[in-house]
């Protein structure tokens, strides 16, 4: 299956067109996930990845029993046309513990500013020192197709196999 079939791509981009389009302004309300669902005739799960992308994208904010409202959007944001899911777009995945208040931003930073200086995008996801939710955010990484992966394992006892 393409990645263009996707369903919550397809609500992702719907919902991104009609924002871009401006026929979801900043502060309007989208249609709530249950309507979603029932618009588009997928579960739950499915609108909420949709959503989550464009949260992740900071075009929407999503407020717990209230809804998901449009943002308003960074001028210096809308001009740039890089699209992290477009295949030419050089992408490196970074799968981090946690970050502590110092060091880790520090850290998070430096990899940043390298990875721009070299011409890749940065995906940063959490595991939250949850050995799951790792694998799954390696997961998420590898399926998004990014170039390279730099993982700060969770502590434990054994070396996680999926990063081996």
């Excluded at 609108?47 to 210096?76: C, H, M, N, W, Y």
């Excluded at 790792?134 to 170039?147: A, H, K, R």
């Amino acid at each position: 299956m393409s990645r263009d079939n996707f369903l919550y791509l397809q609500i992702y981009n719907e919902l991104k067109g009609k924002i871009d389009d401006g026929i979801y302004q900043t502060g309007a309300k989208l249609p709530s996930d249950e309507e979603l669902t029932n618009l588009f005739k997928v579960s739950m799960i499915t609108v909420k990845k949709a959503l989550g992308i464009l949260k992740d994208e900071e075009l929407v904010q999503r407020i717990p029993g209230v809804g998901t409202f449009v943002k308003e959007r960074d001028p210096s944001m809308v001009d740039e046309k890089i699209d992290i899911r477009n295949p030419t777009t050089k992408r490196i995945g970074v799968v981090l513990e946690h970050v502590s208040s110092s060091y880790g931003l520090d850290l998070l930073y430096k990899i940043d500013q390298l990875a721009e200086e070299k011409g890749y995008k940065t995906l940063i996801r959490f595991s939250y020192y949850d050995r799951e939710k790792e694998n799954g955010e390696i997961d998420f990484l590898t399926n998004s197709q990014v170039d390279g992966l730099i993982v700060m394992p969770c502590h434990g006892v054994y070396y996680n196999p999926k990063i081996i």
